[in-house]
T-cell receptor, first 112, second 112 residues
Framework: DAEITQSPRHKITETGRQVTLACHQT?????MFWYRQDLGHGLRLIHY???????NKGEVSDGYSVSRSNTEDLPLTLESAASSQTSVYFC???????????FGPGTRLTVT | QQPVQSPQAVILREGEDAVINCSSS?????VHWYRQKHGEAPVFLMI?????EQKGHEKISASFNEKKQQSSLYLTASQLSYSGTYFC?????????????FGKGTTLSVSS
C-alpha cells in the first residue's frame, strides 16, 4: 500500500546544529508540504513543492529550507536550529493541486 | 491569512450535535476539513469547492458560502469517535494552486 513516512520520529538536538528531517511518499504525488504544529497555532505551512526542482515558501519559512530532487522525497533542513523551532513537524502530499492531503506520522523535534 | 475557527472548543454528550465554523477575510477557492486525534496525524474529511455546495459523509456534513468566505462543519448525533481537533484549511481564489492555510483548530470532546 502507498504511504508517507517521516524520519526520525523523535529528535533532540542542540542550538546551532543543522538538522534534516526526512519525508518519503510512495503515492507518486507531485505535491508535497511541510507544516509545523504548536499549541495555540494549529498547522502552519513552512515550505511546499509542486514537483521536482520546484519549491515555495510558506507562512513560516525563515530558518528552514527544502529541496526536491525526485518525486518521492522532500527533506526539510533547519540550517541552524533554534529553541523556537522545537515543534512537531508534519509532512503531507497530495495528488492534485488543491486536493486532499495525506499526512505523515510526524516528527517531534526538541532543540535544547 | 490564517482562517478563523469558532468555537475554540466544544464539549458534547453522545448523540448531541455541533457546528464548527471557519471564516476567512479572503475570497476562497476551496475549503478543506481535517480531523486530528491526540498524538496522531490529521486525516482528511472533505473538500468544498466554490459554488456553495454541501457535502456529507455519514453524519458529518459541511457547507461553503463563497460570498461570505465561510464554511461550516456539521456533526450530528455525535459519537465518541468524533472526539479530536478539527481544522479547516483554505485556498484563496486568486492563488488557485497555492497550498492550504489552516486555522488554529477546534477541539471537540464527546463523552458518554
Amino acid at each position: 500500500d502507498a504511504e508517507i513516512t517521516q524520519s526520525p520520529r523523535h529528535k533532540i538536538t542542540e542550538t546551532g546544529r543543522q538538522v534534516t528531517l526526512a519525508c518519503h511518499q510512495t503515492w507518486n504525488h507531485n505535491n508535497m508540504f511541510w507544516y509545523r504544529q504548536d499549541l495555540g497555532h494549529g498547522l502552519r505551512l513552512i515550505h511546499y513543492s509542486y514537483g521536482v526542482q520546484d519549491t515555495n515558501k510558506g507562512e513560516v519559512s525563515d530558518g528552514y529550507s527544502v529541496s526536491r530532487s525526485n518525486t518521492e522525497d522532500l527533506p526539510l533542513t533547519l540550517e541552524s536550529a533554534a529553541s523556537s523551532q522545537t515543534s512537531v513537524y508534519f509532512c503531507a502530499s497530495s495528488g492534485w493541486t488543491g486536493g486532499e492531503q495525506y499526512f505523515g506520522p510526524g516528527t517531534r523535534l526538541t532543540v535544547t | 491569512q490564517q482562517p478563523v475557527q469558532s468555537p475554540q472548543a466544544v464539549i458534547l454528550r453522545e448523540g448531541e450535535d455541533a457546528v464548527i465554523n471557519c471564516s476567512s477575510s479572503k475570497a476562497l477557492y476551496s475549503v478543506h476539513w481535517y480531523r486530528q486525534k491526540h498524538g496522531e496525524a490529521p486525516v482528511f474529511l472533505m473538500i468544498l469547492l466554490k459554488g456553495g455546495e454541501q457535502k456529507g459523509h455519514e453524519k458529518i456534513s459541511a457547507s461553503f458560502n463563497e460570498k461570505k468566505q465561510q464554511s461550516s462543519l456539521y456533526l450530528t448525533a455525535s459519537q465518541l469517535s468524533y472526539s479530536g481537533t478539527y481544522f479547516c484549511g483554505t485556498a484563496e481564489i486568486n492563488q488557485a494552486g497555492t497550498a492550504l492555510i489552516f486555522g488554529k483548530g477546534t477541539t471537540l470532546s464527546v463523552s458518554s
